[in-house]
């Protein structure tokens, strides 16, 4: 279930149901398909008329001993946000994409090396929708990387404008020293999906256009180098905001996330 399925450099992308099951037309095949999930290597495949079946290889995980000991509790919040600072939010276009920040490890966090829970501003049209939250590694190119975690993580917002909180102690997940990215993932399916209207810009007609929540908020940055995006079956970074206003001039969108740390 939750698996990440992009058409190789195309924007073409679903993501599996509760069952593991996908749909593509009939025009993709003998075209490559790059399937991720979380626990699972990410790898490849040849869609052939006879592919109705993919296998994916376990991933190994290797984690940092944790020694549990009676102390008295430190916290410490880095990346606050005010929802009055929220004007824009991700939302995926029915392609399954995730978007990730980058946060770095500080000598100040030593103390606190834990992340006890985080916040992330969302705004979701049902009392359904869900999104996955993922912690992501950093390799040599400062590039999302391996998952920290070898489960899902799977976040069910409420309805409407809220700061949605997720509480990681169960999870002992510790700040690694190179620092990692926090990551929303989109899934393409059907409890996600929701109709809004619009005009067409080609018959100036109203029209019904289809797009799966939550949506998930930004904040405007001048520095996008902690900013990425996977679309196409790859990590890229961002665009620029695409205004003309003085305002957004040079700007970026990027993920609203508070991050209490503690000890």
Not at 24 to 49: C, M, P, W
Not at 54 to 74: G, R, T
Not at 104 to 120: H, S, V
Not at 158 to 163: A, D, E, F, R
Request: charged share 25%; glycine share 4%; hydrophobic share 35%.
């Amino acid at each position: 279930p939750f698996s990440n399925i992009w058409v190789e450099k195309e924007l073409i992308g679903t993501t599996s149901d509760y069952n593991g099951t996908f749909k593509f037309n009939d025009s993709l095949v003998n075209r490559t398909i790059i399937v991720s999930a979380i626990g699972y290597e990410t790898q490849k495949f040849l869609l052939t008329e006879n592919l109705n079946r993919i296998l994916l290889a376990p991933k190994s995980y290797e984690i940092e001993e944790i020694v549990i000991k009676p102390v008295e509790q430190k916290e410490k919040e880095i990346g606050k946000f005010k929802e009055s600072e929220i004007e824009h939010y991700y939302s995926c276009g029915a392609k399954p994409w995730i978007a990730a920040r980058y946060y770095p490890n500080k000598e100040e966090y030593a103390k606190t090396p834990f992340l006890r829970q985080i916040e992330i501003m969302t705004m979701s049209y049902s009392d359904s929708a869900i999104f996955g939250l993922r912690f992501l590694s950093v390799n040599e190119n400062g590039e999302p990387s391996d998952d920290l975690l070898s489960e899902f993580i799977i976040v069910k917002p409420q309805k409407g404008h809220s700061k949605t909180t997720i509480d990681l102690t169960d999870y002992y997940l510790k700040f690694p020293e190179n620092g990692l990215f926090i990551a929303t993932e989109f899934y393409v399916i059907d409890k996600n999906l929701y109709e809004t209207e619009s005009i067409s810009r080609k018959t100036n007609e109203k029209i019904t256009v289809k797009n799966y929540g939550p949506l998930i908020g930004n904040v405007l940055e001048k520095n996008y180098e902690n900013s990425w995006i996977y679309v196409y079956g790859e990590w890229r970074k961002p665009f620029k905001i695409n205004s003309t206003k003085k305002k957004y001039k040079d700007k970026y969108w990027n993920l609203a996330v508070t991050i209490q740390l503690s000890n």
